[in-house]
């Protein structure tokens, strides 16, 4: 897999990443919790991410790393959610399925594997400490978008399967 320090830098490469990450993240969840909490939840997801790099990146002094990391980041979730799209408009929302919530828990190993593989890289950590960062995040990020947006069933039941959401 590439570095995130092996991609192109500036800031059209930023722009790109962040505008397919936001259009693949629409189209996906927008299959299954409407296009006006989709919006909500990928402003809410993209700008929390980059405000984390951002921050990490002025701590060590390497902001300039930082259109290349999160572009590179965003440009990976916006692959990511391609895949996610036909997962999650294969659910019929009345029943959740065992192939669900291992395709959805499959997609959440995925990404914080992804954002841990980046964050690696960005911050030259090791893996323990990129997987348990990105694992908080992911916590926190799911507290916040089920305290402004409540739920749908699948997200509930995927959420308190995998412990990230407590009802």
Not at 52 to 58: A, C, H
Not at 84 to 98: H, V
């Amino acid at each position: 897999m590439a570095k995130p320090q092996d991609l192109p830098a500036g800031e059209h490469q930023l722009l790109t990443g962040v505008v397919l990450s936001a259009v693949t993240y629409v189209l996906a969840v927008a299959s299954f919790d409407g296009v006006g909490n989709a919006i909500v939840q990928a402003f809410i997801e993209i700008g929390l991410t980059g405000l984390l790099f951002w921050v990490g990146l002025s701590i060590v002094n390497r902001t300039a790393r930082f259109a290349q990391a999160f572009g590179g980041l965003c440009g990976a979730n916006a692959m990511l959610q391609i895949v996610a799209i036909p997962i999650f408009m294969s659910g019929n929302g009345a029943e959740f399925t065992p192939v669900d919530a291992f395709s959805q828990f499959f997609l959440i190993v995925w990404s914080l594997s992804l954002m841990g593989h980046v964050f690696r890289h960005t911050f030259e950590t090791s893996i323990p400490v990129s997987i348990a960062v990105a694992f908080i995040f992911f916590v926190f990020l799911m507290a916040l978008l089920s305290a402004v947006i409540p739920p749908s069933l699948p997200q509930t039941v995927l959420l308190q399967a995998t412990g990230a959401w407590m009802v």
